[in-house]
């Protein structure tokens, strides 16, 4: 639930990746963001949706125990 709230208010920053211990992908987040001047935000937006519609037994199937770093 907090990756999903962290995705959708500071998902341009990528704190939803580094919350989830996902440094590589929270910096490739940040920088993608920069480098569009916030555009790339909406990929945080994306994925902070898509870990709130999940139940708890599939997100820890599927960015836990498989460690899926993109959507």
Not at 29 to 53: D, K
């Amino acid at each position: 639930m907090v990756a999903g709230i962290f995705g959708i208010l500071l998902g341009s920053l990528g704190i939803h990746k580094f919350y989830l211990g996902y440094i590589t992908e929270g910096i490739i987040q940040l920088v993608i963001s920069v480098v569009t001047c916030g555009i790339g935000g909406i990929i945080g937006l994306i994925e902070g949706i898509i870990y709130l519609t999940k139940s708890d037994e599939e997100f820890v199937a599927t960015y836990v125990t498989n460690k899926r770093g993109w959507f």
